[in-house]
């Protein structure tokens, strides 16, 4: 008599181990760009003050700074996160260029946040446009769009949608 075989067969040991294989790599990549996106949160965070500084410059002078010593900000390479390297302001718009501890997929790149106003009435408060995002109906982005970011990695207030106005 033959006795009983307990435990797995080495063809279901291998099996098991090609779906757990199979399983990671679909979530790695998933994962990476969650990682990438929260990355690219705490850039458009740091952004807000410098939005101000702007905004204030605009107000008074219904012109956009054209850098960071007008705007009233650090210099650029002085205003540094975890994973943004430096922010930089140039005609109004600021250049978040990610760097430091960031991903390597994020490095180097850079996000624009530009500033959109209604011509010829400054009295209006801006709007400001992230990335490739479509610029508000009637108003006018001011600034270069130097976003480099690949589209998967921008939060979705930053991609375009397509809408004319």
Not at 1 to 21: R, Y
Not at 41 to 48: K, M, Q, V, Y
């Amino acid at each position: 008599m033959k006795p009983d075989a307990s435990g797995f067969t080495l063809i279901e040991l291998m099996v098991v181990i090609a779906i757990i294989g199979i399983m990671a790599t679909m979530a790695v990549p998933s994962y990476q760009d969650r990682v990438i996106r929260a990355q690219v949160s705490e850039g458009l965070a740091l952004a807000d003050f410098a939005k101000q500084a702007v905004a204030q410059y605009y107000s008074k002078t219904h012109r956009m700074p054209p850098d960071n010593q007008a705007a009233g900000l650090p210099p650029a390479e002085r205003i540094v996160g975890t994973y943004v390297e430096q922010l930089a302001v140039h005609g109004g718009a600021l250049k978040i260029v990610f760097g430091n501890q960031s991903n390597h997929n994020l490095a180097g790149k850079t996000l624009t946040i530009r500033p959109a106003a209604v011509p010829d009435y400054p009295q209006v408060p801006l709007s400001w446009v992230c990335g490739s995002a479509d610029v508000p109906r009637r108003m006018t982005a001011l600034g270069v769009n130097d976003t480099n970011l690949p589209a998967v990695y921008l939060p979705i207030d930053c991609r375009s949608i397509g809408v004319k106005g």
